[in-house]
């Protein structure tokens, strides 16, 4: 399949729209990170005992993994526009392939390191992701088959 063009489309736009939900979860979190970080918590729904009409919150002790995001954003996000891209080229998938997940998480992680994309994405470069994701779950300290 021919690469297409970003920035068009439905699905341009619902990316669009899911940024400006990241960003405002970003301020909030930039905004509460002090007092979250000082207290060790956060609020979140509790799900058993809320309704769709009615919420409930109730604290929640945050992980390692979320004091770690918490003082990333507080240290790094400068609460402007997270900018998007609309003329990078996005390599497609072959048709048929059932590799959707891992194609997009493959796409993630080239962007995240600011590599060059390729306009085509091998079978062999694909297996040789999902093996570096196996991985990773497979050696992860809170996966399947750690002592924890």
């Not at 341009?12 to 405002?24: G, Q, R, S």
């Not at 979250?36 to 769709?52: A, E, I, P």
């Not at 409930?56 to 945050?62: D, F, G, N, Q, R």
């Not at 048709?95 to 079978?123: A, I, Q």
Request: glycine share 4%; hydrophobic share 35%.
């Amino acid at each position: 399949m021919k690469p297409r063009r970003a920035g068009t489309g439905k699905c341009f736009k619902n990316i669009k729209k899911l940024v400006e939900m990241v960003e405002l979860w970003m301020r909030a979190v930039k905004d509460q990170a002090d007092d979250m970080l000082q207290q060790g918590c956060r609020m979140q729904f509790d799900k058993s005992h809320s309704t769709h009409t009615k919420l409930k919150m109730v604290e929640s002790i945050l992980s390692d993994d979320e004091i770690r995001t918490i003082r990333w954003i507080k240290e790094n996000y400068d609460g402007g526009r997270i900018p998007l891209n609309h003329a990078r080229i996005c390599p497609q998938q072959d048709e048929g392939s059932l590799d959707c997940g891992p194609f997009v998480m493959y796409y993630m992680d080239r962007m995240s390191k600011e590599e060059k994309m390729p306009n085509k994405v091998t079978k062999d470069q694909m297996m040789k992701f999902k093996a570096q994701v196996f991985k990773k779950f497979a050696e992860h300290s809170q996966s399947w088959n750690s002592a924890n």
